[in-house]
């Protein structure tokens, strides 16, 4: 069974979106026409509360810091994908009636989630391996934004949990700061992540 996994394909991360990947909307009507091939369609989206601790505002930083939290580095970000707001909402042109499931991420205030399958402290599970499992579900490709964080970030854990894994990298687009694609693709390669 093969499954398709669509990462945080929202406005907020569209063009004009709060943090916007530049180039993102490119990726939509492709992701579209593929969903078809796959025996499941999982959407992801991030789903965040006001007032979130990996949002800048919540420390009255400057976006884009670094800090320690408990359980490791966090990129601080502009505050974004805020629960109910249109910023969260999965971009209009995305085909959402097609999506198996829906995994909502980063709803933990003190937490934040980049992976599909752990909260950041890379213990806490949002669902998604069981429902993988419980579907006989081996064989994971991934396409959405960002490719160096929360692309990454699923797919790596992906392969650790013993799934055969894909991403579609025409199907991504990065934020790129400070070398953060070439460090996320190396990492994927060293996984045994197939990058198309």
Not at 64 to 80: A, C, K, N, R, T
């Amino acid at each position: 069974m093969r499954a398709l996994i669509v990462i945080d394909v929202q406005n907020d991360f569209c063009p004009g979106g709060k943090l916007a990947v530049s180039g993102g909307h490119e990726i939509i009507e492709p992701i579209n026409s593929i969903m078809e091939y796959f025996d499941d369609v999982i959407l992801t989206q991030d789903w965040h509360p006001h007032g979130h601790s990996s949002f800048a505002s919540s420390h009255k930083l400057e976006n884009f810091s670094i800090m320690d939290m408990y359980y490791g580095e966090q990129v601080l970000w502009p505050d974004h994908c805020v629960q109910g707001s249109s910023g969260a909402m999965f971009h209009e042109k995305l085909n959402t009636l097609r999506a198996d499931l829906v995994i909502r991420k980063g709803s933990n205030s003190k937490i934040d989630s980049y992976s599909a399958f752990f909260e950041n402290d890379k213990k806490t599970p949002t669902g998604l391996h069981g429902y993988l499992n419980a579907r006989g579900v081996t064989d994971l490709t991934f396409v959405g934004l960002a490719t160096d964080y929360c692309v990454a970030y699923s797919a790596l854990d992906a392969a650790r949990l013993n799934f055969k894994v894909s991403v579609d990298t025409g199907l991504c687009r990065a934020i790129d700061a400070d070398g953060s694609l070439e460090k996320a693709l190396t990492e994927m390669k060293l996984e045994k992540v197939n990058l198309i």
